[in-house]
């Protein structure tokens, strides 16, 4: 997906989540997110709409030294689908008026405003799944999508540390994992595969990962399901996937690469 197709696949993905929310008892809880329910889901995703939205449009160039924003939630729960799509219709304004191209800091590698779309894009899609699923209803994600997302993962997890640091023991003596789609292109090399190398100082994606050498594991599914699975949202162990090579070296990294 090209940047500029970001800000209209964030507002479809906010609004498919508020029309799952919408009529659902909020106090469901969410079984993807231990602990939360639906009332709390929809308030994550709405501030983290806000949130990014304060920064996009501060453009910072420094590591914010506060995350307060103005929620401005609303007075009871019920409200709280309405307030989420209102973010969304506020984030698409500042999306429309941004240049994505523009510098900006952002905790991950680019460092663009189009960083923040594109997290946002993510941040969404994932927790409208995780509603969808709550509710008992089966969630889709578009291939293209899908196969975007996993490249943001894997691009962004290594700069993931300050508030996921269990990624700080994803190191190994040259070993690497495959990611592979088994739907559409991808299959060998190109658009849906995925090489990360671990080191013993750290971990990346390898540039080119149709490189001659075997990776010493690889995860085979399509890209809907490989999108989740490195969210944690499904079992690697389901019939949805095929596992190739060293199982403690996919424990290791499945261990410590929560997002």
């Not at 500029?4 to 929310?21: K, L, N, R, S, Y």
């Not at 691009?155 to 495959?178: E, G, V």
Request: with cysteine.
């Amino acid at each position: 997906m090209e940047p500029a197709q970001h800000g209209a696949a964030v507002a479809a993905e906010a609004a498919g989540f508020v029309a799952a929310v919408k009529a659902a008892d909020l106090s469901t809880p969410v079984p993807t997110c231990p602990g939360w329910t639906l009332a709390d889901l929809t308030q994550h995703v709405g501030s983290v709409h806000r949130w990014f939205t304060a920064l996009l449009r501060r453009r910072i160039q420094q590591p914010p030294t506060s995350r307060e924003v103005d929620l401005r939630l609303p007075e009871h729960p019920d409200g709280l689908p309405d307030w989420l799509a209102m973010g969304a219709g506020e984030a698409a304004e500042v999306f429309a008026a941004t240049d994505l191209d523009a510098p900006m800091w952002a905790w991950g590698v680019d460092q663009h405003a189009r960083f923040w779309v594109r997290r946002m894009l993510f941040e969404t899609l994932v927790h409208r799944v995780d509603a969808q699923l709550a509710l008992g209803l089966p969630p889709h994600v578009d291939r293209a999508l899908a196969v975007d997302g996993i490249d943001e993962f894997l691009t962004n997890l290594p700069f993931a540390t300050p508030f996921a640091p269990r990624t700080a023991q994803l190191r190994a003596p040259d070993r690497s994992i495959r990611f592979s789609c088994t739907d559409g292109e991808g299959q060998g090399g190109g658009e849906g595969d995925w090489l990360v190398g671990l080191r013993p100082d750290g971990f990346a994606l390898v540039a080119d990962p149709a490189e001659p050498r075997a990776a010493d594991a690889t995860v085979r599914g399509s890209a809907a399901d490989l999108l989740l699975l490195l969210y944690g949202r499904l079992d690697r162990r389901s019939g949805a996937f095929e596992l190739l090579g060293d199982p403690d070296l996919l424990d290791h990294w499945f261990a410590h690469s929560a997002f």
